[in-house]
């Protein structure tokens, strides 16, 4: 049945559970028997009343069982090879955010270390050219930290870990391009 056609149902000739759901053998009005068709409950919406009377005149019994076609037996294992997939990737990013950790903890100590330096103004600030542009901003210790991409002394993009503050006063404008980037219009 393609998108936006109807069919009237005749009769809802049997149920079956597939993957814990049900599906409606159904007779179409107006078509012969053997061109009835295995459908899910959510191409029958339009029929809830008939499924509701079918369900109660053939109650549920433990005997029935989940029934597994071939198709369905190949989805599960495209679904297992996914979900190992996806807990691998689980497994990656777990590891990430163990660095991600670790990055906070530095963070803090350059807040620590920043705040400190302020208060005797002691620190004297270099704008540094090898830093491209902001990823993202995130809030550590009660205070903003730049996520910057920089060049490393290898020519690689990698991420570091700046506080906003510091950035306002060495590279003001890659944090006013990455505020700009964020302005929408409406």
Same mark, same amino acid.
């Given at each position: 049945?393609?998108?936006?056609?109807?069919?009237? &149902?005749?009769?809802?000739?049997?149920?079956?559970? &597939?993957?814990?759901? #049900?599906?409606?053998?159904?007779?179409?009005?107006?078509?012969?028997?053997?061109?009835?068709?295995?459908?899910?409950?959510?191409?029958?919406?339009?029929? *809830?009343?008939?499924?509701?009377? %079918?369900?109660?005149?053939?109650? &549920?019994?433990?005997?029935? =069982?989940?029934? *597994?076609?071939?198709?369905?037996? =190949?989805?599960?294992? #495209?679904?297992?090879?996914?979900?190992?997939?996806?807990?691998?990737?689980?497994?990656?990013?777990? %590891?990430?955010?163990?660095?991600?950790? !670790?990055?906070?903890?530095?963070?803090? =100590?350059?807040?620590?270390?920043?705040?400190?330096?302020?208060?005797?103004?002691?620190?004297?600030?270099?704008?540094?050219?090898?830093?491209? $542009?902001? #990823?993202?901003?995130?809030?550590?210790?009660?205070?903003?930290?730049?996520?910057?991409?920089?060049?490393? !002394?290898?020519?690689?993009?990698?991420?570091? %870990?700046?506080?906003? !503050?510091?950035?306002?006063?060495?590279?003001?404008?890659?944090?006013?391009? #990455?505020?700009? $980037?964020?302005?929408?219009?409406?």
């Amino acid at each position: 049945m393609s998108e936006g056609e109807y069919y009237n &149902i005749e009769k809802i000739l049997d149920r079956r559970k &597939i993957g814990g759901k #049900f599906e409606y053998k159904i007779k179409w009005e107006g078509y012969p028997m053997s061109q009835s068709t295995w459908e899910p409950m959510k191409n029958l919406e339009t029929a *809830k009343e008939l499924v509701e009377e %079918y369900n109660l005149t053939h109650p &549920i019994t433990n005997s029935q =069982k989940t029934v *597994k076609s071939e198709s369905k037996k =190949k989805d599960d294992t #495209f679904i297992n090879k996914k979900r190992k997939e996806e807990n691998e990737e689980k497994s990656q990013q777990n %590891y990430q955010d163990e660095k991600g950790h !670790e990055d906070e903890l530095k963070i803090s =100590k350059m807040i620590t270390n920043s705040t400190a330096n302020e208060n005797h103004n002691e620190k004297t600030y270099i704008i540094d050219d090898s830093l491209k $542009s902001v #990823f993202t901003v995130k809030q550590q210790n009660q205070k903003l930290v730049a996520v910057v991409e920089k060049l490393n !002394e290898e020519g690689n993009v990698e991420k570091v %870990y700046i506080p906003t !503050e510091e950035l306002r006063r060495t590279n003001p404008w890659i944090l006013l391009n #990455f505020y700009e $980037s964020k302005i929408k219009f409406t």
